[in-house]
């Protein structure tokens, strides 16, 4: 059935429906999942799309050169790491650049022989995979519901969730003010503002929107950009203001691995519970098992 059967066919079904029930179909139409079967190839791509825009604005590491605190903290690590961001960068991409000389998996242990070692990738935004695990398997129906993103960067999450959930409004709060321009970029060229709104602000200026949330996502916020007292700081005050109860914290590490080594007085156990997840929903071989079980829930007490 080309375009125009298939949609008289639709609006004559429509006049069909009960004028009581109408306005409850339409209203189903709008907000349910059942159609993601017919829309999620072209939500991929335009995410895909995103991606590549993305790609042509930043360097290949995806730092700025604003972000002082973060490139040190890499360069610290135990072993040598690079930053790879795995919205922008899927493990085929990474493949590709390695067979062109732009990116290499390995370091050399001694230099000038062939003793090499893997290197340590670390990433600051999901990826399509992870982004399509926390909307369609982790989180529950987002409508009439606000999510907050905590450190929103290149706005990964805040896209994922226009695309793959019925959030009614979706906030981005980012201290970086470049990358809040490119967040205000892409959500302009695919006319996502309705529904998205960026902050440039530090999270503990927002008490008021993290009390009035219902679902928060923190991937790796804190950890590379401030400095412990600052983390501690950070953590102290989403734990008073994140507060509303049933409302649920998506993190990426655990929250237990993300206050350890922190100089806070937080407990978690009046605060939280943690909600178990199912990391089996993708039986495919060459999903990231392990980057999966990073993500946890929390539901709020």
Request: aromatic fraction near 10%; include cysteine; charged fraction near 20%.
């Amino acid at each position: 059935m080309e375009f125009r059967s298939a949609r008289q066919a639709i609006l004559q079904l429509l006049r069909t429906v009960a004028p009581a029930d109408l306005p409850v179909l339409l209203e189903w139409m709008r907000t349910t999942r059942d159609f993601d079967e017919f829309t999620q190839d072209n939500n991929d791509i335009m995410l895909k799309n995103i991606a590549e825009d993305l790609r042509n604005c930043l360097p290949l590491e995806t730092m700025l050169s604003s972000e002082h605190l973060a490139l040190q903290k890499i360069q610290q690590q135990p072993e040598p790491t690079i930053q790879v961001d795995a919205f922008l960068y899927d493990e085929d991409f990474i493949d590709s650049l390695c067979e062109e000389g732009k990116m290499s998996r390995n370091y050399c242990m001694v230099c000038g022989s062939h003793q090499t070692a893997p290197l340590g990738f670390v990433s600051h935004s999901f990826s399509l995979m992870e982004l399509k695990f926390i909307y369609r398997h982790v989180l529950p129906d987002l409508s009439g519901k606000v999510l907050v993103d905590v450190g929103s960067r290149l706005g990964t999450v805040l896209y994922g969730g226009y695309l793959y959930s019925s959030a009614l409004q979706l906030y981005g709060v980012e201290l970086n003010g470049d990358f809040c321009q490119l967040q205000e970029m892409i959500i302009k060229k695919y006319q996502f503002t309705d529904r998205i709104k960026v902050l440039h602000a530090d999270i503990c200026t927002q008490g008021s929107l993290l009390q009035n949330a219902d679902v928060v996502i923190m991937n790796n916020v804190f950890e590379y950009f401030l400095d412990e007292a600052e983390q501690g700081r950070a953590w102290e005050y989403i734990s008073h203001n994140v507060r509303k109860q049933g409302s649920l914290l998506v993190t990426v590490p655990s929250l237990e691995q993300s206050l350890s080594g922190l100089q806070v007085n937080i407990q978690l156990s009046p605060w939280v519970e943690q909600v178990p997840l199912n990391y089996n929903v993708y039986p495919e071989k060459d999903v990231d098992r392990e980057a999966l079980e990073q993500i946890h829930l929390y539901k709020i007490l």
